[in-house]
């Protein structure tokens, strides 16, 4: 069983939240009060890493797409480094992979490079 750790970065215009180990319904209030935190700093955008995480159930998702929910859509939030389970998770429930949803990234590299176009 992996610890879940949550970590963030501030790299203009982005504010990075890494998720590490296993996000569970355990592990739900530290990832919440992270984001919440997070939230709080008013971020001009968000990037979610995804890269280290092991496990994600339900609870996690939910707390990501309410961040999508409430900082309006669009490219303001996007995740990276989704494993392949994970991202037929995110496809299969439509977070990601049509219109309107949120945006995956395959490194956190190519998320900071959106940040220059926009």
Do not use: N, W
């Not at 995740?79 to 949803?101: A, E, K, Q």
């Amino acid at each position: 069983m992996d610890v879940f750790e949550a970590s963030t970065e501030q790299r203009p215009p982005f504010t990075i939240i890494r998720a590490r180990g296993e996000l569970d319904i355990a592990a739900e209030p530290a990832f919440h009060q992270q984001v919440e935190a997070v939230l709080a700093q008013k971020p001009r955008r968000l990037v979610f890493d995804l890269s280290e995480l092991r496990f994600m159930d339900s609870s996690g998702l939910r707390v990501i797409l309410d961040v999508y929910r409430r900082l309006g859509m669009g490219e303001r939030v996007v995740v990276c480094g989704l494993s392949p389970r994970l991202r037929r998770i995110f496809d299969v429930t439509g977070i990601t992979g049509r219109v309107g949803g949120i945006t995956a990234y395959g490194s956190l590299e190519d998320a900071l490079k959106s940040g220059t176009s926009g």
